[in-house]
């Protein structure tokens, strides 16, 4: 359980500190990061918490939001 918290704080730590650096320059590489870092706190909580369900969701998930952000930082360039 000490993982879980431990993992997940400072999952949750560094995406705040990527969306205020994102909020003042937007960029490519940190709208990535802000698409991987929750991908990363769902599979961790999966894993740890043994929910598997969860674990095969966050990877859809994951796929999904990092596919649709590349798509999106494509179109602005």
């Known amino acids: 359980m000490l993982i879980y918290m431990i993992g997940n704080g400072v999952l949750i730590v560094a ?4 969306y205020i ?3 003042k320059k937007k960029s490519a590489e940190l709208a990535l990061a802000l698409a991987v870092i929750p991908s990363c ?5 999966g894993i740890l918490l043994r929910h598997w369900l969860l674990v095969g969701f966050a990877a859809v998930f994951a796929i999904a939001h990092i596919y649709v952000t590349k798509k999106n930082n494509k179109k602005r360039s």
């Open 21 to 23: 650096i994102y909020f």
């Open 41 to 45: 706190v769902f599979l961790l909580s």
């Open 15 to 18: 995406y705040y500190i990527v």
